[in-house]
């Protein structure tokens, strides 16, 4: 599989005044996405926006795709986390990276240009072939459903 994935970078202050988009750790599985806005921000409590990442990405092979995700202390901690809680990057397009950031708490969240704000990972996908079938084979759960197993 080609891991070579293209970046256009769009916002001239990554790589100069803020770090280029990389991976913190050698044991990282996602690069931190940036807020590149002009000026500093704050986020109302409930309240959503769409933020520039200053990247853009050409995936080309349809075997990968990209999930923007939210960072883990920033949900804990302070209650932002993504609107769309995941975004799903096609590896065709080539647009902006832009993140939807929902702060879900009851206070304001201070965002400044440059802020690790999400985080990008890559991933392989599956392409399975559908077989349609009248029914399908028993299994021990069958047709239970959703928490048929209970609780404990």
Do not use: C
């Amino acid at each position: 599989m080609n891991n070579v994935i293209d970046v256009k970078i769009l916002d001239n202050r990554l790589g100069s005044q803020f770090e280029f988009v990389k991976y913190q750790t050698e044991g990282s599985s996602a690069l931190d996405l940036r807020a590149m806005i002009k000026k500093n921000f704050f986020l109302n409590a409930q309240s959503i926006t769409l933020i520039p990442s200053g990247i853009s990405i050409f995936i080309k092979n349809p075997l990968i795709t990209a999930m923007i995700l939210p960072r883990s202390g920033l949900g804990h901690y302070n209650g932002i986390i993504l609107g769309n809680s995941i975004g799903l990057i096609d590896s065709d397009y080539q647009g902006e990276l832009m993140i939807s950031v929902w702060n879900r708490s009851m206070n304001s969240f201070l965002i400044t240009p440059g802020d690790r704000i999400a985080q990008l990972v890559f991933i392989p996908i599956i392409k399975p072939h559908l077989n349609v079938v009248s029914d399908f084979q028993k299994t021990i759960r069958n047709e239970k459903g959703f928490g048929h197993s209970g609780k404990q």
